[in-house]
């Protein structure tokens, strides 16, 4: 697979769906400033992707935050079913903390077929956690404090995506031209 293109593709995503519509208030800055480091893992096994996960955690927690403030690990060839993916989440997250990183970085999830555990799959609210690949999103805790203490009402997030997402429907999200 075409590192340049997976790159592409999801930082198209980035622009048009996380910024653009404002799924994330806090991605902008961090795009701005190229402080987004977008890695692709040519893994095709759940054990190769920990492997390739373990170093980019620990390459994110050694960055300055000035330089990488998250890391995006794209992995297209492993985990491309959601249910395989979700069953994952434990063992990236048991990860976390056998690296002594936990309260430190963290672990957000973003894929093709993403399915929140109350929702029928066509329901439009998985569109917020629909990326072109499966993703890992890596991000640093602190980051996340500065960032809940600039906004005042973060609890709107989630309700907000979902009415723009419900205005927005499958033909507006379809009309984005994002990969999938």
Known sequence: MNHEQVIADTRDWVV???????????AKAVHVNERIRYVVCDA????????????????????????VDTTLVIHPNVLTDFLDFNDFL???????????????????????DYQF??????????????????TLHLLREESISRAVESMPDTASIYENNLETLEKLGREGWAALGLKK
């Open 117 to 134: 555990g109350d929702s029928e799959p066509d329901d439009i609210a998985n569109y917020t956690n629909r990326s072109p690949y499966p």
């Open 16 to 26: 048009k769906a996380v910024i653009g519509l404002n799924l994330c208030p806090f």
């Open 90 to 112: 434990d063992a990236a997250d048991a990860l976390v903390e056998e690296l002594k990183l936990d309260g430190i970085l963290q672990i957000a999830d973003f894929h093709p």
């Open 44 to 67: 095709t096994e759940p054990e190769a992707l920990l492997q390739d996960l373990a170093r980019e955690l620990l390459a994110l927690n050694r960055a300055d935050p000035e330089e």
